[in-house]
């Protein structure tokens, strides 16, 4: 018997008839002699809806006693779904048992609606395991030290279902979602793009970084650190479909490359609209001020992504970095009232009309002019480059937000990957 970790989004958790099938298309995976551990979110809308209730009674503040209990009331979006569950698996003749993440317990750090799982004890779970029972584990929380319950961020649903599969060691995580794979890039943007059959873990976690919405990126790290065989498919295809075909179908995350990857050179070109840009404009250029820059900003626990200082003149440099747009406006407000006064710049300006494409490949590694053919096609389309960030099988650009779908669609057609690869 195979341990085998299913998650399913809230798409696939929006209604009654879908949670129903979900039940039945658990339910087949069991009889088929699998051991079943299902992560689900909340069903889709809802989390938005409690937090615009929160929103509603009061603003956001700083204080940790108000993050406490947005993170207590977001939690329940997924305790609701995974008792949903467990109600129309016991309906399909199914013993099923829920727990939410401080009865299993997930244990997590106390940075609250951003916490990191530390530890899962997982002897509960093996029990009902043993006993026949289908286990249901809430996605997207935890509990930390002095018993808060704590949530994991967006998409950290993604991120309980690897960890839960890793803790256990289960044959495969199966994440089910409303698209049926990895894609090219978004067919919503690109029509002509190609779902993947594998992709890289490789790969995988630079186009998450770099804006793809199918897996979060956190979710990918725990894979490819713990070796969790990982499977992206959909959960609107029949319920009853042959387990053996569904079982190969979506797209496996790979742990090696293999020689259809080595043939494509770019696999995917991944976008992000949620993207800031911050610039400190006349800066000393001495020793230490980007620590005391960046310093500051990591210490609100904010995530910087690419970063850029130009070149010194008269001894005054401008910094610029990105940021997620959501932390665009306090990250402002930190730099230009506790910073900029002891730093002897000039001004903080910002951009949040900004976006970051990137392309991303394995092949990048062993072929060269990549980078070049990437900028000869923004300028041909007449985009121009405010950043640039590398690694060895991505490069991304910052660029202006309303250039970023007419981005995309060059870039996939100046790589052929709307092309199967021979």
Same mark, same amino acid.
């Given at each position: 018997?195979?341990?085998?970790v299913?998650?399913y989004?809230?798409?696939?958790?929006?209604?009654?008839?879908?949670?129903?099938?979900?039940?039945?298309?658990?339910?087949?995976?069991?009889?088929?002699g699998?051991?079943?551990?299902?992560v689900?979110?909340?069903?889709?809308?809802?989390?938005?809806?409690? /937090? @615009?209730?929160?929103?509603?009674?009061?603003? &956001?503040? =700083?204080?940790? #006693?108000?993050?406490?209990?947005?993170?207590? $009331?977001?939690?329940?979006?997924e305790?609701?779904?995974?008792?949903l569950?467990?109600?129309?698996?016991?309906?399909?003749g199914m013993?099923?048992?829920s727990?939410a993440?401080w009865?299993?317990?997930?244990?997590?750090?106390?940075?609250?609606?951003?916490?990191?799982?530390?530890?899962?004890d997982?002897?509960?779970?093996r029990?009902?395991?043993a006993?026949?029972?289908?286990?249901?584990?809430?996605g997207?929380?935890?509990?930390?030290?002095?018993g808060?319950?704590?949530? /994991? @961020?967006?998409?950290?649903?993604?991120?309980? &279902?690897? =960890?839960?599969a #890793?803790?256990?060691?289960a044959a495969?995580? $199966?994440?089910?979602?409303?698209?049926d794979?990895?894609?090219?890039?978004?067919?919503?943007?690109?029509p002509?793009?190609?779902?993947?059959?594998?992709?890289?873990?490789e790969e995988?976690?630079?186009?998450?970084?770099?804006?793809?919405?199918?897996?979060?990126?956190?979710?990918?790290e725990?894979a490819?650190?713990?070796?969790?065989?990982l499977?992206?498919?959909?959960?609107?295809t029949?319920w009853?479909?042959?387990?053996?075909?569904?079982?190969?179908?979506g797209?496996?995350i790979?742990?090696?490359d293999d020689?259809?990857?080595?043939? =494509?050179?770019?696999?995917?070109?991944a976008?992000?609209?949620?993207?800031a840009?911050?610039?400190?404009?006349?800066?000393p250029?001495?020793?230490?001020?980007?620590?005391?820059?960046?310093?500051?900003?990591?210490?609100?626990?904010?995530e910087?992504?690419?970063?850029?200082?130009n070149?010194?003149?008269e001894g005054?440099?401008?910094?610029?970095?990105?940021?997620?747009r959501?932390?665009?406006?306090?990250t402002?407000?930190?730099?230009?009232?506790?910073?900029?006064?002891?730093?002897?710049?000039q001004?903080?300006v910002?951009?949040?009309?900004?976006c970051?494409?990137?392309?991303?490949?394995?092949?990048?590694?062993?072929?060269?002019?990549?980078a070049?053919?990437m900028?000869?096609?923004?300028?041909?389309?007449?985009?121009?480059?405010?950043?640039?960030?590398?690694s060895?099988?991505?490069?991304?650009?910052?660029i202006d937000?309303?250039?970023?779908?007419?981005?995309?669609r060059?870039?996939?057609?100046?790589f052929?990957?709307?092309?199967?690869?021979?």
């Amino acid at each position: 018997m195979a341990l085998i970790v299913h998650k399913y989004g809230g798409t696939s958790m929006g209604s009654p008839e879908r949670i129903r099938n979900v039940a039945k298309r658990v339910a087949k995976w069991a009889r088929a002699g699998h051991h079943m551990v299902v992560v689900p979110s909340a069903m889709s809308g809802e989390t938005n809806r409690l /937090l @615009g209730l929160a929103k509603e009674l009061a603003p &956001a503040r =700083a204080d940790d #006693a108000y993050w406490r209990e947005l993170d207590a $009331l977001a939690a329940t979006g997924e305790q609701a779904s995974s008792a949903l569950l467990a109600i129309a698996l016991q309906a399909e003749g199914m013993a099923s048992v829920s727990y939410a993440g401080w009865q299993v317990p997930i244990r997590t750090d106390s940075a609250y609606t951003k916490a990191r799982i530390e530890a899962i004890d997982d002897t509960r779970v093996r029990a009902d395991l043993a006993a026949g029972r289908v286990v249901i584990v809430t996605g997207f929380q935890g509990v930390d030290a002095l018993g808060n319950i704590t949530t /994991l @961020g967006r998409g950290g649903s993604d991120t309980s &279902a690897v =960890a839960v599969a #890793a803790a256990m060691k289960a044959a495969e995580c $199966l994440i089910y979602t409303d698209v049926d794979g990895v894609y090219t890039t978004d067919p919503r943007v690109v029509p002509e793009a190609r779902r993947l059959h594998t992709v890289s873990f490789e790969e995988m976690l630079e186009m998450a970084s770099m804006g793809s919405k199918v897996l979060q990126i956190r979710s990918v790290e725990f894979a490819g650190k713990y070796r969790v065989p990982l499977r992206v498919l959909s959960s609107f295809t029949p319920w009853d479909i042959d387990i053996v075909e569904e079982a190969k179908s979506g797209t496996l995350i790979t742990f090696e490359d293999d020689e259809h990857m080595e043939q =494509a050179i770019v696999s995917g070109i991944a976008f992000n609209r949620d993207e800031a840009k911050i610039s400190v404009l006349g800066v000393p250029d001495k020793p230490g001020i980007a620590y005391q820059i960046l310093g500051a900003v990591a210490d609100a626990n904010v995530e910087v992504d690419v970063i850029i200082q130009n070149i010194s003149k008269e001894g005054k440099t401008d910094f610029s970095f990105t940021v997620n747009r959501g932390d665009f406006t306090r990250t402002l407000e930190l730099l230009r009232t506790r910073v900029l006064p002891g730093l002897g710049a000039q001004e903080v300006v910002g951009d949040a009309k900004i976006c970051k494409v990137s392309i991303v490949g394995i092949g990048m590694r062993s072929h060269v002019g990549i980078a070049s053919k990437m900028f000869r096609c923004l300028s041909e389309e007449g985009i121009n480059i405010q950043m640039i960030s590398t690694s060895e099988i991505k490069t991304s650009v910052v660029i202006d937000e309303k250039y970023m779908e007419l981005a995309v669609r060059a870039l996939h057609k100046a790589f052929d990957l709307d092309q199967t690869p021979v």
